[in-house]
Protein backbone atom coordinates (compact mmCIF):
# COMPACT_ATOMS: atom_id res chain seq x y z
CA UNK A 1 0.00 0.00 0.00
CA UNK A 2 1.22 3.64 -0.13
CA UNK A 3 2.35 3.37 3.47
CA UNK A 4 3.71 0.71 3.74
CA UNK A 5 7.67 0.93 5.22
CA UNK A 6 10.45 0.57 3.04
CA UNK A 7 12.27 -3.09 3.53
CA UNK A 8 14.82 -1.68 5.36
CA UNK A 9 13.44 -0.34 8.42
CA UNK A 10 11.28 -3.32 9.17
CA UNK A 11 11.54 -5.64 12.20
CA UNK A 12 11.01 -8.85 12.84
CA UNK A 13 7.36 -10.15 12.03
CA UNK A 14 4.65 -9.57 14.43
CA UNK A 15 6.22 -6.80 16.33
CA UNK A 16 6.44 -3.48 14.32
CA UNK A 17 2.63 -2.06 14.97
CA UNK A 18 3.28 -0.10 11.35
CA UNK A 19 3.47 -3.32 9.77
CA UNK A 20 0.09 -4.15 11.62
CA UNK A 21 -1.40 -1.06 10.65
CA UNK A 22 -0.93 -1.79 7.38
CA UNK A 23 -1.91 -5.37 7.03
CA UNK A 24 -4.82 -4.31 8.94
CA UNK A 25 -5.54 -1.56 6.16
CA UNK A 26 -5.76 -4.16 3.84
CA UNK A 27 -8.05 -6.92 5.29
CA UNK A 28 -10.60 -4.06 5.98
CA UNK A 29 -10.44 -2.43 2.54
CA UNK A 30 -10.71 -6.30 1.37
CA UNK A 31 -13.82 -6.38 3.78
CA UNK A 32 -15.49 -3.23 2.18
CA UNK A 33 -14.61 -4.70 -1.33
CA UNK A 34 -16.55 -7.93 -0.87
CA UNK A 35 -19.23 -6.85 0.99
CA UNK A 36 -19.86 -3.12 0.85
CA UNK A 37 -21.53 -1.06 0.97
CA UNK A 38 -20.97 -1.69 4.71
CA UNK A 39 -21.14 0.31 8.31
CA UNK A 40 -18.25 0.67 10.63
CA UNK A 41 -20.05 -2.67 12.70
CA UNK A 42 -19.95 -4.59 10.06
CA UNK A 43 -17.03 -4.50 8.74
CA UNK A 44 -15.46 -5.01 12.61
CA UNK A 45 -17.31 -7.95 12.64
CA UNK A 46 -16.42 -9.18 9.52
CA UNK A 47 -12.06 -7.77 10.15
CA UNK A 48 -12.13 -9.01 13.55
CA UNK A 49 -11.07 -5.88 14.67
CA UNK A 50 -12.17 -3.93 17.03
CA UNK A 51 -15.30 -1.06 16.17
CA UNK A 52 -12.40 2.05 17.42
CA UNK A 53 -9.92 0.06 15.28
CA UNK A 54 -12.02 0.04 12.15
CA UNK A 55 -13.44 3.81 12.77
CA UNK A 56 -9.64 4.48 12.87
CA UNK A 57 -8.67 3.00 9.75
CA UNK A 58 -12.26 3.70 7.67
CA UNK A 59 -11.20 7.54 8.19
CA UNK A 60 -7.68 7.21 6.85
CA UNK A 61 -8.78 4.99 3.96
CA UNK A 62 -11.56 8.49 2.87
CA UNK A 63 -8.74 10.74 3.49
CA UNK A 64 -6.40 8.84 1.10
CA UNK A 65 -9.40 8.38 -1.13
CA UNK A 66 -9.52 4.62 -1.60
CA UNK A 67 -13.18 4.23 0.15
CA UNK A 68 -15.95 7.12 0.01
CA UNK A 69 -19.16 7.73 2.73
CA UNK A 70 -21.89 6.85 1.47
CA UNK A 71 -26.07 7.05 2.68
CA UNK A 72 -27.25 6.73 6.17
CA UNK A 73 -28.71 3.34 5.76
CA UNK A 74 -32.01 3.31 7.81
CA UNK A 75 -32.56 0.52 10.08
CA UNK A 76 -34.92 0.24 12.72
CA UNK A 77 -34.74 3.22 15.41
CA UNK A 78 -31.86 5.67 16.15
CA UNK A 79 -29.12 7.46 14.07
CA UNK A 80 -28.86 5.08 10.83
CA UNK A 81 -24.66 3.84 10.43
CA UNK A 82 -22.64 5.73 7.54
CA UNK A 83 -22.47 3.32 5.14
CA UNK A 84 -18.49 2.52 3.14
CA UNK A 85 -17.63 1.88 -0.30
CA UNK A 86 -14.60 1.10 -1.97
CA UNK A 87 -13.69 4.27 -4.32
CA UNK A 88 -13.20 2.77 -7.55
CA UNK A 89 -11.05 5.78 -9.20
CA UNK A 90 -9.13 5.42 -5.60
CA UNK A 91 -6.93 3.41 -6.70
CA UNK A 92 -5.61 0.77 -8.88
CA UNK A 93 -3.28 -2.41 -9.14
CA UNK A 94 -1.62 -4.08 -11.78
CA UNK A 95 -1.40 -7.67 -13.05
CA UNK A 96 1.12 -8.77 -15.01
CA UNK A 97 2.02 -12.11 -16.34
CA UNK A 98 5.18 -12.73 -17.21
CA UNK A 99 5.18 -16.16 -19.78
CA UNK A 100 7.59 -18.02 -22.22
CA UNK A 101 6.77 -15.70 -25.24
CA UNK A 102 4.36 -12.74 -24.05
CA UNK A 103 3.66 -10.70 -21.14
CA UNK A 104 0.41 -10.30 -20.15
CA UNK A 105 -0.94 -6.60 -18.17
CA UNK A 106 -4.12 -5.93 -16.80
CA UNK A 107 -5.02 -2.91 -14.73
CA UNK A 108 -7.89 -3.13 -11.86
CA UNK A 109 -9.45 -0.70 -10.10
CA UNK A 110 -9.97 -1.43 -6.31
CA UNK A 111 -13.69 -2.33 -7.06
CA UNK A 112 -12.30 -5.68 -9.30
CA UNK A 113 -12.77 -4.11 -12.65
CA UNK A 114 -10.68 -4.85 -14.88
CA UNK A 115 -9.81 -1.16 -16.73
CA UNK A 116 -7.15 -1.93 -18.95
CA UNK A 117 -5.49 -4.92 -20.82
CA UNK A 118 -2.55 -5.30 -23.05
CA UNK A 119 -1.10 -8.46 -24.24
CA UNK A 120 2.93 -7.99 -25.50
CA UNK A 121 4.92 -10.36 -27.39
CA UNK A 122 8.65 -10.75 -26.37
CA UNK A 123 11.10 -12.42 -28.33
CA UNK A 124 13.27 -13.14 -25.16
CA UNK A 125 12.16 -13.17 -21.38
CA UNK A 126 15.37 -12.79 -19.42
CA UNK A 127 15.33 -9.71 -17.37
CA UNK A 128 16.88 -7.49 -19.10
CA UNK A 129 14.41 -7.85 -21.82
CA UNK A 130 11.12 -8.30 -19.75
CA UNK A 131 11.94 -5.23 -16.78
CA UNK A 132 11.78 -2.37 -19.17
CA UNK A 133 8.61 -4.04 -21.36
CA UNK A 134 7.04 -4.41 -17.79
CA UNK A 135 7.35 -0.56 -17.56
CA UNK A 136 6.35 -0.15 -20.89
CA UNK A 137 3.48 -2.44 -20.92
CA UNK A 138 1.96 -0.80 -17.62
CA UNK A 139 2.61 2.74 -18.97
CA UNK A 140 0.42 1.69 -22.25
CA UNK A 141 -1.92 0.70 -20.17
CA UNK A 142 -2.45 4.00 -18.02
CA UNK A 143 -2.73 5.93 -21.27
CA UNK A 144 -5.47 3.98 -22.59
CA UNK A 145 -7.67 4.87 -19.71
CA UNK A 146 -10.26 7.80 -20.49
CA UNK A 147 -9.88 9.60 -17.18
CA UNK A 148 -6.48 10.23 -15.46
CA UNK A 149 -4.90 6.98 -13.97
CA UNK A 150 -5.74 6.55 -10.31
CA UNK A 151 -2.78 5.98 -8.05
CA UNK A 152 -0.66 2.78 -8.60
CA UNK A 153 -1.33 0.76 -5.26
CA UNK A 154 0.76 -2.13 -6.01
CA UNK A 155 1.68 -4.99 -8.94
CA UNK A 156 1.21 -8.47 -9.02
CA UNK A 157 3.84 -10.23 -10.88
CA UNK A 158 4.18 -13.79 -12.00
CA UNK A 159 5.96 -15.98 -13.73
CA UNK A 160 5.96 -20.09 -14.53
CA UNK A 161 7.82 -21.91 -11.58
CA UNK A 162 9.63 -23.67 -10.34
CA UNK A 163 12.06 -21.09 -8.41
CA UNK A 164 16.03 -22.38 -7.49
CA UNK A 165 15.59 -25.88 -7.76
CA UNK A 166 18.97 -27.17 -8.35
CA UNK A 167 19.63 -30.25 -10.58
CA UNK A 168 16.63 -28.79 -12.57
CA UNK A 169 17.34 -26.94 -15.75
CA UNK A 170 16.44 -23.68 -15.00
CA UNK A 171 17.14 -22.57 -18.89
CA UNK A 172 14.27 -24.03 -20.93
CA UNK A 173 11.15 -23.56 -22.80
CA UNK A 174 8.64 -23.78 -20.22
CA UNK A 175 10.69 -21.76 -17.73
CA UNK A 176 12.35 -18.10 -18.32
CA UNK A 177 16.21 -18.03 -18.87
CA UNK A 178 18.32 -15.61 -16.55
CA UNK A 179 16.02 -15.31 -13.71
CA UNK A 180 17.78 -17.61 -11.54
CA UNK A 181 19.07 -15.73 -8.60
CA UNK A 182 18.26 -12.50 -9.78
CA UNK A 183 16.18 -10.35 -6.96
CA UNK A 184 12.93 -9.79 -9.04
CA UNK A 185 10.87 -7.86 -6.08
CA UNK A 186 13.70 -5.74 -5.31
CA UNK A 187 14.57 -4.26 -8.77
CA UNK A 188 10.86 -4.33 -9.93
CA UNK A 189 9.71 -2.41 -6.96
CA UNK A 190 12.91 0.78 -7.51
CA UNK A 191 12.41 0.56 -11.05
CA UNK A 192 8.04 0.75 -11.23
CA UNK A 193 8.37 2.85 -7.47
CA UNK A 194 5.50 0.53 -6.29
CA UNK A 195 5.05 -2.26 -3.64
CA UNK A 196 5.68 -5.61 -5.76
CA UNK A 197 3.86 -9.05 -4.90
CA UNK A 198 5.90 -11.69 -6.39
CA UNK A 199 4.07 -15.16 -7.08
CA UNK A 200 4.11 -18.72 -9.18
CA UNK A 201 1.51 -18.50 -12.15
CA UNK A 202 -0.70 -21.41 -11.28
CA UNK A 203 -1.34 -19.89 -7.39
CA UNK A 204 -1.92 -16.46 -8.89
CA UNK A 205 -4.20 -18.03 -11.40
CA UNK A 206 -6.49 -20.13 -8.29
CA UNK A 207 -6.70 -16.38 -6.85
CA UNK A 208 -7.74 -15.20 -9.79
CA UNK A 209 -10.52 -17.84 -10.77
CA UNK A 210 -11.27 -17.92 -6.89
CA UNK A 211 -11.97 -14.24 -7.34
CA UNK A 212 -13.47 -13.86 -10.33
CA UNK A 213 -14.02 -17.24 -12.08
CA UNK A 214 -15.28 -21.17 -11.87
CA UNK A 215 -14.51 -21.33 -8.26
CA UNK A 216 -16.25 -18.63 -6.45
CA UNK A 217 -17.98 -20.67 -4.20
CA UNK A 218 -15.33 -23.16 -3.29
CA UNK A 219 -12.59 -22.62 -0.96
CA UNK A 220 -11.04 -25.98 -1.44
CA UNK A 221 -10.11 -26.33 -4.83
CA UNK A 222 -7.14 -27.25 -7.42
CA UNK A 223 -6.79 -25.47 -10.58
CA UNK A 224 -4.59 -27.46 -13.25
CA UNK A 225 -2.93 -24.35 -14.75
CA UNK A 226 -1.84 -24.65 -18.49
CA UNK A 227 0.79 -22.34 -18.85
CA UNK A 228 3.78 -23.37 -21.52
CA UNK A 229 4.23 -26.03 -19.15
CA UNK A 230 1.73 -27.41 -16.55
CA UNK A 231 0.95 -26.05 -12.94
CA UNK A 232 -1.05 -26.53 -10.13
CA UNK A 233 -2.67 -23.71 -7.82
CA UNK A 234 -3.74 -25.29 -4.48
CA UNK A 235 -6.54 -23.37 -2.50
CA UNK A 236 -7.04 -24.84 1.41
CA UNK A 237 -9.62 -23.04 3.23
CA UNK A 238 -9.97 -20.06 1.26
CA UNK A 239 -6.08 -19.36 1.16
CA UNK A 240 -3.47 -20.19 -1.49
CA UNK A 241 -0.81 -23.11 -0.22
CA UNK A 242 2.68 -22.22 -1.21
CA UNK A 243 4.70 -24.46 0.62
CA UNK A 244 7.57 -24.03 2.22
CA UNK A 245 9.37 -22.13 -0.94
CA UNK A 246 6.49 -21.31 -3.00
CA UNK A 247 7.05 -24.27 -5.09
CA UNK A 248 3.90 -26.09 -3.95
CA UNK A 249 1.98 -27.33 -6.92
CA UNK A 250 4.99 -28.19 -9.47
CA UNK A 251 2.65 -31.27 -10.76
CA UNK A 252 4.01 -30.61 -14.19
CA UNK A 253 7.45 -32.50 -12.77
CA UNK A 254 5.45 -35.52 -11.59
CA UNK A 255 7.16 -38.31 -12.86
CA UNK A 256 4.41 -40.42 -14.86
CA UNK A 257 6.24 -42.71 -17.39
CA UNK A 258 9.38 -44.46 -16.28
CA UNK A 259 12.00 -43.27 -18.83
CA UNK A 260 9.74 -41.59 -20.82
CA UNK A 261 9.97 -38.29 -22.94
CA UNK A 262 12.09 -35.65 -22.11
CA UNK A 263 11.31 -32.76 -19.91
CA UNK A 264 12.56 -29.55 -19.75
CA UNK A 265 13.56 -30.12 -16.35
CA UNK A 266 15.95 -32.70 -17.56
CA UNK A 267 14.33 -35.35 -16.24
CA UNK A 268 12.45 -38.08 -18.52
CA UNK A 269 9.05 -38.98 -18.05
CA UNK A 270 7.53 -36.14 -16.52
CA UNK A 271 3.64 -34.91 -16.32
CA UNK A 272 4.42 -31.98 -18.58
CA UNK A 273 6.18 -33.54 -21.40
CA UNK A 274 2.70 -35.01 -22.29
CA UNK A 275 0.26 -33.11 -21.19
CA UNK A 276 1.17 -29.26 -22.10
CA UNK A 277 1.12 -27.11 -24.61
CA UNK A 278 4.36 -27.36 -24.47
CA UNK A 279 4.38 -30.97 -25.40
CA UNK A 280 1.54 -30.31 -28.11
CA UNK A 281 3.38 -27.60 -29.39
CA UNK A 282 6.80 -30.19 -30.14
CA UNK A 283 4.25 -32.56 -31.71
CA UNK A 284 3.00 -29.79 -34.13
CA UNK A 285 6.36 -29.16 -34.79
CA UNK A 286 7.46 -32.56 -35.64
CA UNK A 287 4.54 -32.81 -38.32
CA UNK A 288 5.86 -29.42 -39.72
CA UNK A 289 3.77 -27.06 -38.54
CA UNK A 290 5.67 -24.31 -36.49
CA UNK A 291 5.30 -21.16 -34.28
CA UNK A 292 1.37 -22.07 -33.53
CA UNK A 293 0.19 -19.47 -31.59
CA UNK A 294 -3.36 -18.80 -29.88
CA UNK A 295 -5.57 -18.61 -33.05
CA UNK A 296 -4.21 -21.02 -34.82
CA UNK A 297 -4.19 -23.69 -32.42
CA UNK A 298 -7.76 -22.73 -32.02
CA UNK A 299 -8.12 -23.22 -36.15
CA UNK A 300 -6.32 -26.62 -35.89
CA UNK A 301 -8.51 -28.05 -32.83
CA UNK A 302 -11.72 -27.23 -34.61
CA UNK A 303 -10.60 -28.72 -37.91
CA UNK A 304 -9.26 -32.15 -35.82
CA UNK A 305 -6.47 -31.91 -37.12
CA UNK A 306 -5.22 -35.66 -36.07
CA UNK A 307 -1.68 -34.72 -34.23
CA UNK A 308 -3.86 -32.45 -31.58
CA UNK A 309 -6.42 -35.12 -31.77
CA UNK A 310 -3.93 -38.17 -30.52
CA UNK A 311 -2.10 -35.13 -28.29
CA UNK A 312 -5.59 -35.06 -26.23
CA UNK A 313 -6.08 -38.70 -25.77
CA UNK A 314 -2.36 -38.79 -25.02
CA UNK A 315 -2.68 -35.79 -22.55
CA UNK A 316 -6.07 -36.93 -20.74
CA UNK A 317 -4.60 -40.55 -20.11
CA UNK A 318 -1.93 -39.52 -17.86
CA UNK A 319 -3.81 -36.38 -16.57
CA UNK A 320 -7.06 -38.55 -15.39
CA UNK A 321 -5.21 -40.55 -13.07
CA UNK A 322 -3.35 -36.96 -11.39
CA UNK A 323 -7.07 -35.73 -11.35
CA UNK A 324 -7.92 -38.98 -8.77
CA UNK A 325 -4.47 -37.95 -6.97
CA UNK A 326 -5.10 -34.37 -6.07
CA UNK A 327 -8.88 -35.64 -5.29
CA UNK A 328 -7.63 -38.20 -2.70
CA UNK A 329 -4.64 -35.79 -1.44
CA UNK A 330 -6.72 -32.70 -0.78
CA UNK A 331 -10.48 -33.82 -1.01
CA UNK A 332 -11.37 -30.50 -3.15
CA UNK A 333 -14.68 -29.44 -3.66
CA UNK A 334 -13.87 -29.25 -7.33
CA UNK A 335 -10.68 -29.15 -9.52
CA UNK A 336 -10.67 -27.21 -11.95
CA UNK A 337 -8.52 -26.69 -15.25
CA UNK A 338 -7.49 -23.77 -17.24
CA UNK A 339 -4.95 -21.53 -18.44
CA UNK A 340 -3.46 -21.05 -21.75
CA UNK A 341 -5.61 -23.86 -23.90
CA UNK A 342 -8.12 -22.48 -26.05
CA UNK A 343 -11.67 -23.29 -24.34
CA UNK A 344 -13.01 -25.96 -27.22
CA UNK A 345 -9.42 -27.62 -26.74
CA UNK A 346 -9.63 -27.42 -23.06
CA UNK A 347 -13.36 -28.82 -22.93
CA UNK A 348 -12.46 -31.67 -25.68
CA UNK A 349 -9.41 -32.63 -23.35
CA UNK A 350 -11.72 -32.73 -19.98
CA UNK A 351 -14.83 -34.38 -21.55
CA UNK A 352 -11.95 -37.15 -22.78
CA UNK A 353 -10.60 -37.42 -19.32
CA UNK A 354 -13.91 -39.35 -18.26
CA UNK A 355 -14.66 -40.99 -16.98
CA UNK A 356 -12.14 -40.24 -13.84
CA UNK A 357 -11.04 -43.15 -11.98
CA UNK A 358 -12.66 -43.71 -8.47
CA UNK A 359 -11.57 -41.65 -5.62
CA UNK A 360 -12.79 -40.01 -2.61
CA UNK A 361 -14.32 -37.45 -4.68
CA UNK A 362 -16.70 -40.45 -6.19
CA UNK A 363 -19.77 -39.65 -4.47
CA UNK A 364 -23.52 -39.98 -5.43
CA UNK A 365 -24.66 -37.01 -3.67
CA UNK A 366 -22.15 -34.54 -4.97
CA UNK A 367 -23.72 -31.16 -6.43
CA UNK A 368 -20.39 -30.19 -8.68
CA UNK A 369 -18.87 -31.80 -11.16
CA UNK A 370 -15.07 -33.24 -9.83
CA UNK A 371 -13.27 -31.67 -12.88
CA UNK A 372 -14.95 -28.15 -14.11
CA UNK A 373 -13.04 -25.66 -17.06
CA UNK A 374 -12.03 -22.37 -15.56
CA UNK A 375 -13.96 -19.21 -16.71
CA UNK A 376 -11.22 -16.49 -16.87
CA UNK A 377 -9.31 -18.07 -19.40
CA UNK A 378 -5.53 -16.76 -20.92
CA UNK A 379 -5.97 -13.82 -18.78
CA UNK A 380 -6.50 -15.94 -15.41
CA UNK A 381 -3.20 -15.63 -13.72
CA UNK A 382 -2.84 -11.62 -14.04
CA UNK A 383 -5.81 -11.42 -12.91
CA UNK A 384 -4.68 -13.22 -9.79
CA UNK A 385 -1.59 -11.65 -9.91
CA UNK A 386 -3.78 -8.37 -9.53
CA UNK A 387 -5.45 -9.08 -6.61
CA UNK A 388 -2.18 -10.14 -4.73
CA UNK A 389 -0.89 -6.70 -3.93
CA UNK A 390 -4.40 -5.80 -2.21
CA UNK A 391 -5.38 -9.42 -0.81
CA UNK A 392 -1.58 -10.51 -0.05
CA UNK A 393 0.85 -9.51 2.30
CA UNK A 394 3.25 -11.82 1.25
CA UNK A 395 6.64 -10.81 -0.42
CA UNK A 396 8.23 -12.83 -2.96
CA UNK A 397 10.25 -16.19 -2.59
CA UNK A 398 12.47 -16.83 -5.34
CA UNK A 399 15.04 -16.23 -2.88
CA UNK A 400 14.80 -17.36 0.70
CA UNK A 401 16.35 -14.86 2.48
CA UNK A 402 13.13 -12.51 1.36
CA UNK A 403 11.45 -14.57 4.14
CA UNK A 404 12.75 -12.97 7.14
CA UNK A 405 11.02 -9.57 5.23
CA UNK A 406 7.81 -10.86 5.16
CA UNK A 407 4.94 -8.31 5.88
CA UNK A 408 2.66 -10.42 7.40
CA UNK A 409 2.45 -14.11 8.50
CA UNK A 410 0.67 -15.96 5.55
CA UNK A 411 -2.01 -17.45 8.33
CA UNK A 412 -3.22 -13.79 8.52
CA UNK A 413 -4.34 -13.57 5.04
CA UNK A 414 -7.69 -14.96 3.63
CA UNK A 415 -9.41 -14.84 0.61
CA UNK A 416 -12.29 -16.64 2.54
CA UNK A 417 -15.73 -14.94 1.92
ZN1 LIG B 1 10.13 -32.05 -15.70
Not at 46 to 65: F, K, M, R, W
Not at 111 to 120: E, F, I, K, N, S
Not at 216 to 242: E, Q, S, T, V, W
Not at 309 to 333: S, V
Amino acid sequence: MSKRPKAGIQSTIGSNPERNRSHNRRVVLDVVRQFGPVGRMEISRHAHLSTQAVSNIVEELVADGLLIRGERLRAGRGLPPIQFAVNPEGGMTAGVEIAADHISTLLVDIGGRVRAQRTLSIPRNDPEAVLPAIKTEITAAQAQLKSPAPQLLGVGVVMPGPFNVEGMTSVGPTTLSGWLDFDASAELGHMLGAPIALENDATAAAVGERLYGAAKAFKNFCLIYFGRGLGLGIMIDGRPYRGANGNAGEIGHVLVEKGGRLCSCGQHGCLEAYASLQALTERLAAAGIRRVDYAHLERLHHEKHPVVETWIQEAAGYLAPQIAMLENLFDPEAVVIGGALPPSLLDDLTRTMQPLPLSVASRRNRSEARLIGGKTGRLTAALGAAALPLLETMTPRLDTAHAAHREQPAEEVSLAG
